[in-house]
């Protein structure tokens, strides 16, 4: 089955930073997800690539897949304390049927 | 309008009780989802239902047992709970299935504890 690791596990910054969470697949991704969990609540959509080399962007938070597919960073820009979070990777392929399976998260502090 | 909604927010009881988790999206979405999230933050999908039909069902003990009487609900009854269910459980739907590159959407997750 799909294994996503994401690193780091946790990242506590200063307001006004820039910081990257990585999250790589021992598979081939087709789809990738990016979602954020604020604390004790339910995850939120963030973006979705699918393409090699694909880059998207929402507000200050930028999400790349690399070309050969098994690699994803989500890059956040001068940091805010609304940012911080559990960021979660998405993808899911096994086998002829989809089983979505998601990365242990990486957990975001942002110091005012 | 809450898009996904589920009830309880936190349900407490005792081991070996038997206990339900409702929940219900407006988003007219064809794909709904049980995932459980342990201590550790892991999200890990347990059922997956198109249609009123189970798509996914990965390896989740048969105590376990979702319930769609049609294609906005999908509930969850779990029986002679035991201390290891204590967790958050997240229902979720999406328009089709995930291969097809679609969204999901979360609910705001039920807190579990067994005692």
Redesign the interface.
């Known amino acids: 089955s799909q294994e996503l690791e994401q690193s780091p596990q946790s990242l506590i910054v200063q307001e006004g930073k820039n910081l990257t969470i990585n999250c790589t697949s021992s598979k081939t991704l087709?789809?990738l997800?990016w979602?954020k969990?604020k604390y004790?609540?339910?995850?939120?959509?963030l973006m979705?690539l699918?393409k090699g080399g694909e880059e998207k962007s929402h507000e200050k938070i930028t999400a790349k897949l690399d070309e050969k597919k098994q690699q994803s960073s989500l890059h956040i820009t001068a940091s805010q304390p609304s940012h911080a979070g559990?960021y979660?990777c998405?993808a899911?392929?096994n086998g002829g049927?989809?089983?979505?399976?998601?990365g242990?998260?990486t957990?975001l502090i942002v110091h005012p | 309008d809450t898009a996904?909604s589920q009830t309880p927010k936190y349900l407490v009881t005792q081991m070996g009780n038997d206990k339900s988790i409702k929940c219900e999206q407006n988003l007219g979405h064809d794909t709904m989802?049980w995932y459980k999230q342990d201590s550790?933050?892991?999200?890990?999908?347990m059922f997956?239902y198109n249609n009123k039909e189970l798509?996914?069902n990965?390896t989740v003990p048969n105590r376990f047992s979702p319930k769609s009487p049609d294609k906005a609900h999908l509930n969850l009854h779990i029986n002679s709970l035991e201390l290891g269910d204590s967790a958050v459980y997240?229902c979720?739907s999406s328009q089709e299935?995930?291969?097809g590159?679609t969204?999901?959407?979360?609910?705001?997750?039920t807190r579990l504890t067994v005692l």
């Not at chain 2, 969204?103 to 997750?109: A, D, E, L, R, S």
């Open positions: 087709y789809g997800y979602y969990q004790g609540e339910g995850l939120i959509f979705m699918q559990i979660l998405g899911g392929v049927s989809y089983i979505p399976t998601f242990r998260g957990s | 996904v989802y550790k933050k892991f999200l890990k999908i997956s798509i996914i990965e997240f979720a299935g995930l291969a590159g969204t999901q959407y979360f609910g705001p997750g």
